[in-house]
């Protein structure tokens, strides 16, 4: 018996080693991005959105961005992307006539894959008077410029849409 416990022991510490080797390694792998919300744009009437689902775009190149959000019209200037360090990832939601409370909650890159998490809260104020307006709801942020070749988005802890890389980008 004794002979057993040595065996299972010198085997126990390698088996151990190698499993942390492995877990440090994939936590490695996720690279969490730091990211900055844009102000002062609207959603483009000929942008092209999912019908009832959200939509996620990915930029790259300032051109393609200006197709599809323009500066709105205020008093604020609208905030710049700078596209030689910076892409630009925007999320629009179906129009609604009670807007939806948003927010990121995490940007990370890992093996390739952008994920860009969000939180999506019902409004559940009550009014007395309901809105006659649609608004479009949506998220626009700013990243450092990563190499990606699909970008996943992630609403409430579910895959709701992924996109891969175009060719031509």
Known sequence: MPLFSSVNRRLRVPILLTT????????????NLTHRMLTGYFLSNDAPVNKGKPTLFVFEQAETFEQVFKPAATSKRPDVVNFAKEMAIGIALPPTNKPPKLSV??????????????????????????????????????????????????????????VKKHEHE
């Open 105 to 162: 909650s995490k940007v990370f890159v890992q093996d390739s894959i952008l994920t860009v998490r969000y939180i999506r809260m019902a409004d559940t104020t009550l009014t007395h008077n309901p809105q006659s307006f649609t608004s479009q709801p949506m998220l626009l942020l700013a990243i450092p410029k990563q190499t990606i070749l699909k970008t996943k988005l992630v609403e409430n802890g579910k895959v709701v849409q992924l």
């Open 20 to 31: 942390s080797l492995i877990v440090s390694i994939v936590t490695l792998a996720q690279v």
